[in-house]
């Protein structure tokens, strides 16, 4: 992706963060039949391989597991907070009127080999993976509901019908454009102008207030 400098984020625990709170990425994969995507969430497991394994579960019916199989590379994006800026909240704009709107984001990219987890070996797996991503999810809840709550029949047959994919990732690149770009005062109206937007924007908010000035 186009990824200027002053927007690096280099920091595998941060990339790893935003993979864990926004777990459903896109996975791409490029076929005979050209490029196809998917959103799917995914389980990460940063301690497995030097920048961590991507896991997850695709219906067998899908049609992108046959290009997966074939994959020498596919992709995943994970989408992080976004919004819109408005220049209004510049005051460098009362200066010379010279600023335009533009798109906060920040966003993960992570590469790797695919594999196609079916066969032997593919519920004994698919049931770890369903329950650690069910249980990251349920965490929270006052009553978290666990995989082994369903029928163990019911369990079964719904893992007949999905197929386990692993992606150890061989390549991963972060990028934060949350306005460092911009002269200090103008990052403080970005702030208060995405928090007077009111709870959605917040998220945006708290990684402009975070990410400091770049240096020089």
């Not at 590379?73 to 335009?100: D, L, T």
């Not at 069910?134 to 006052?142: C, F, K, L, V």
């Not at 978290?144 to 047959?157: G, I, T």
Request: hydrophobic share 40%; glycine share 10%.
């Amino acid at each position: 992706m186009y990824l200027p400098q002053a927007f690096r984020e280099d920091r595998l625990d941060v990339q790893h963060g935003l993979i864990r709170a926004h777990p459903l990425g896109w996975l791409v994969s490029a076929g005979p039949g050209g490029l196809m995507a998917n959103p799917v969430p995914f389980m990460l497991y940063p301690g497995e391989g030097e920048r961590g394994t991507l896991r997850a579960h695709l219906a067998r019916a899908n049609a992108q597991l046959e290009e997966l199989r074939q994959a020498g590379e596919c992709m995943v994006i994970f989408q992080g907070p976004h919004a819109y800026v408005s220049p209004s909240w510049y005051p460098s704009k009362q200066e010379s009127g010279k600023v335009v709107p533009t798109w906060n984001y920040a966003t993960v990219h992570a590469w790797g080999t695919p594999r196609v987890v079916d066969g032997e070996d593919g519920p004994a797996w698919l049931r770890r993976q369903i329950a650690d991503l069910t249980a990251m999810q349920e965490a929270p809840r006052p009553a978290p509901w666990a995989v082994e709550d369903a029928p163990e029949d019911y369990l079964a047959a719904m893992i007949r019908g999905i197929v386990g994919v692993e992606i150890p990732i061989a390549r991963i690149e972060g990028k934060w454009k949350v306005s460092q770009n911009r002269p200090e005062p103008d990052r403080l109206g970005v702030v208060e102008g995405l928090r007077a937007e009111g709870p959605t924007a917040e998220p945006m908010a708290a990684l402009v207030a975070a990410k400091g000035p770049v240096p020089g």
